[in-house]
């Protein structure tokens, strides 16, 4: 049972902008810990998408930004492109587990 | 290039023991940290282990503190995970990643991941 939530799935037409949520609490995001983002195509690894919050690696297009307030931290993609159809993790680290968790992950489908 | 590949993995029976390596390349593996995580078929990613650059610190999971061993071989540029008294729950694709730290903290990001070795445990 993770302790970072995120929904199951969203979907949304090429071009359209999504968001994904990433629900924690006071002993991991709330607690000033960073968030990461994976996302992983299927039947592939997981690559890194946003670390720190909202920085992205040079490789990662700008379409993908990151962010973090209080106890939740999102993701969004804008321009969605067939290609952004993968899951997507968030990372964070929790203090009362000692160690880092990640979210329930979520399913993008470019309807 | 970064490139890390896992092996290792297989069909082993309850109580069993399997031990997984992650061999790595493109980058001076000893600077830096690493971490087992692992998939079960069809559910999401658990974090399993970290072990510092120097391989002087390791940490594990609940799950499988006890039965699990992190392990590192910086003169072979090799990761380890020794898994022992395997149960079920234990089958997962098991994948190793780079941390960007040398360290293994709470503030890791793992920027490189290996395609994962399937474990499936099972009578």
């Known amino acids: 049972q993770s302790v970072l939530t995120q929904p199951p799935s969203v979907s949304g037409a090429p071009g359209q902008r999504v968001t994904i949520s990433c629900s924690g609490g006071?002993?991991?995001?709330?607690?000033?810990?960073?968030v990461n983002w994976y996302q992983q195509l299927p039947e592939t690894a997981p690559k890194l998408l946003i670390y720190?919050?909202?920085n992205r690696p040079s490789r990662v297009p700008d379409r993908f930004s990151g962010s973090k307030s209080g106890t939740s931290a999102s993701l969004a993609i804008t321009g969605l492109q067939a290609e952004d159809e993968a899951d997507y993790y968030c990372?964070?680290?929790?203090?009362?587990?000692?160690?880092?968790?990640f979210g329930t992950g979520t399913k993008v489908t470019v309807l | 290039e970064v490139r890390l590949l896992e092996s290792g993995g297989g069909l082993v029976q309850p109580g069993g023991s399997l031990r997984l390596s992650c061999a790595a390349s493109?980058?001076?593996?000893?600077?830096?940290?690493m971490s087992w995580v692992r998939q079960a078929p069809g559910k999401g990613l658990e974090w399993v282990s970290p072990?510092?650059?120097?391989?002087?610190?390791?940490y594990y999971a609940d799950s499988v503190k006890g039965r699990f061993t992190i392990s590192r071989d910086n003169s072979k540029n090799t990761l380890y995970l020794q898994m022992n008294s395997l149960r079920a729950e234990d089958t997962a694709v098991y994948f190793c990643?780079?941390?960007?730290?040398?360290?293994?903290?709470?503030?890791?990001?793992?920027?490189?991941w290996g395609q994962g070795t399937l474990v499936t445990v099972s009578s």
């Open positions: 006071s002993s991991n995001i709330g607690a000033a810990y960073d």
């Open positions: 072990i510092s650059g120097s391989g002087d610190n390791t």
């Open positions: 493109g980058f001076r593996f000893s600077n830096y940290a």
């Open positions: 990643a780079k941390d960007v730290y040398n360290f293994w903290s709470a503030y890791g990001v793992f920027d490189y």
């Open positions: 720190g919050n909202t």
């Open positions: 990372q964070s680290y929790d203090s009362s587990l000692s160690g880092y968790v």
